[in-house]
């Protein structure tokens, strides 16, 4: 009696916690499964274009007339615009965010670091359509007045994902900082290093990969980023000579045609979305492979 | 325990719902649905585009396609047959009205010419929008105005908006639209930048007029005439035009004159405006 009851809710509790974990494991799957749908459907909407049109004259025309006679689908210009948007803008913002990151880690203490922690925060929680009325009212007209033009430029936009990439920079970074062994500091400061000297040639490159990792996520981040600069970048669908053009990057240019196309026309957004997919597949991989070889390394 | 309960609940209440959606499609597609093809111009697609899931529910059973061909393809598909309504954005020609088709009247297109508040001048004529937004003109000196780059402002390529300015001002006087200009997606950011850019110039709906001037924008006056539904309607605005629906003979009773009846009505009316044009009264 005693031994079948004791049995019984063995069992019970063995299924219980067996559909508990399958159940957690629907949930885990929920993002796989929405991973492979997204993909998939990109990639069936998108693929059809190049019965139309040449994968060449896709990648390296940067002529885009979608309603012209012929119409014509090349988004070199906007390839290019997306490269020179993100790299200005990492460039604009890895030293500002290093030095941040630097900062909070080895000296922020106190109501200071708690104020600093919670502006980034909430940089980082800002809608990216208010950076873009920002751009509008403040960056646009600085760019206009310090170097001409209209001010909708490639310039304006790289500032504004500056401001937007901050936050992933700098958090990452100074996680990683943050992980550096104290034996290495405290055996720098031994043998009679400053802190700066410290800092430069002992923590820093201790945490080369985890600061590597920062720059290539807000790389994703600026490449994927589209409402702001959709506001400030122009949008003109020409090939910018320099950076106070007028551009328009990738997501730009999936976005703006969105509502009406169809056709040779929707499937070339929908290729355009492939590339970008293709792109930030690319740079997650990235991530994992440096963050699988410091972990070797350690 | 209570986990397991709520995940039969959640699995229960998954499959309740994919076989009532399951019944609900089969009792759809047993019912007699009726397809019905219009198509034609792309100006007036948003419109009938809008228009017929409001029209499908007020009438179950009726499966209303557009497809958009462009005017005299649809007009043409109509007199085949294949289409048993045509989307027109321009009049019908002499041989056309001969055969038989029918135009009726569902909205009017009239766009405004807006600018910067820096800009000097308050007239331009029809000849002189095309060259500046062709980029022959580039300077406000060539038309009057002080010595300044013009800044052009346009739609996306897509919108009906850039369709009709495109092919009322433009193609008429065989140029093609200056690409070095700022894209802006609706017209609220369009009034936006009109506002905010020194020596900016663009066009926008009629229907809109308002929010540019809100915005702190001007509207030119085009060949003299300001831009009003009045002005429109009695053909002095230059910048207009009439959009149709066109039938294969008077419309006698069925879906197509249901439908014609449902664009005029107020409810229909509305959706025009919601398209950006400018409604019949």
New interface residues.
């Given amino acids: 009696m005693m031994g079948k009851g004791l049995l019984s809710s063995d069992r019970a509790r063995s ?2 916690e067996r ?2 974990r399958v ?1 957690l494991l629907l949930c885990a799957l929920v993002s796989v499964a929405t991973v492979l749908l997204i993909s998939l459907f990109i990639f069936q909407q998108g693929l059809p274009m190049f019965g139309d049109v040449p994968v060449s004259q896709f990648l390296f025309s940067a002529d885009w ?3 012209g006679d012929p119409p014509s689908y090349g988004i070199a210009s906007f390839i290019y615009a997306s490269f020179v948007v993100t790299f200005l803008s990492l460039l604009l913002s890895t030293p500002i965010a290093l030095a941040a990151a630097i900062y909070l880690a080895e000296f922020a203490k106190g109501r200071t670091a708690t104020i600093l922690r919670s502006s980034i925060e909430l940089l980082a929680g800002i809608p990216s359509i208010i950076y873009g009325l920002f751009g ?2 403040v960056i ?2 600085a760019v ?1 007045n310090t170097f001409g033009g ?3 430029s490639l310039l304006a936009a790289s500032i504004i994902l500056a401001i937007m990439v901050l936050p992933t920079i700098i958090n990452v970074s100074e996680v990683s900082i943050r992980a550096v062994g104290d034996e290495l500091r405290q055996a720098s400061v031994a043998m009679g290093a400053t802190s700066w000297q410290t800092i430069s040639r002992v923590v820093v490159p201790a945490a080369r990969s985890g600061i590597i990792t920062a720059i290539v996520l807000g790389l994703g981040r600026a490449v994927g980023e589209t409402a702001a600069v ?2 400030v970048g ?5 090939f910018p000579t320099s950076p106070i053009s ?1 551009g ?1 990057t990738l997501t730009m240019n999936i ?3 969105m ?4 056709g040779t ?1 929707m499937s070339a957004l929908f290729a355009t979305a492939m590339l970008l997919f293709v792109f930030i597949l690319a740079l997650n991989l990235v991530v994992v492979s440096i963050s699988r070889r410091s972990r070797m390394e350690a | 325990m209570k986990k397991t309960l709520m995940m039969i609940a959640l699995v229960g209440a998954l499959s309740a719902a994919a076989v009532f959606a399951q019944g609900s499609g089969e009792s759809g597609a047993s019912g007699s649905t009726k397809n019905y093809t219009f198509g034609g111009s792309s100006t007036v697609a948003p419109i009938v585009n809008s228009a017929i899931p409001v029209f499908e529910d007020a009438n179950p059973g009726v499966k209303i396609s557009y497809e958009t061909l462009g005017s005299s393809v649809g007009i043409k598909q109509l007199q085949e047959g294949t289409l048993s309504l045509a989307g027109s954005s321009r009049e019908l020609k002499p041989a056309e009205v001969d055969a038989g088709l029918v135009p009726t009247t569902i909205a009017l297109d009239g766009l405004s010419v807006a600018v910067n508040s820096s800009v000097s001048i308050s007239n331009l004529t029809m000849d002189q929008l095309a060259a500046i937004f062709a980029g022959e003109i580039t300077n406000w000196k060539e038309v009057g105005g002080k010595d300044a780059k013009i800044e052009l402002i346009v739609r996306d390529e897509t919108s009906g908006t850039y369709g009709s300015f495109k092919e009322i001002v433009l193609d008429s006087r065989k140029k093609s639209p200056s690409v070095n200009a700022i894209v802006a997606r609706e017209n609220g950011e369009l009034a936006a930048k009109i506002a905010s850019t020194p020596n900016s110039i663009g066009y926008i709906g009629m229907a809109f007029n308002h929010i540019i001037t809100e915005a702190g924008g001007k509207v030119l006056t085009v060949d003299g005439v300001a831009p009003s539904s009045d002005a429109v309607k009695s053909g002095e605005y230059p910048i207009s035009r009439a959009l149709y629906v066109v039938s294969k003979g008077p419309l006698q009773g069925g879906v197509e004159k249901d439908f014609v009846d449902f664009l005029l009505s107020a409810k229909g009316q509305a959706i025009v405006l919601d398209s950006e044009f400018i409604p019949l009264d």
């Fill in positions: 299924f219980k559909s508990g159940f007339r979608p309603s509008i009212a646009v007209p206009r209209n001010g909708y959709l506001l122009g949008n003109a669908p020409i007028m328009r976005v703006t045609d509502s009406y196309a169809e026309h």
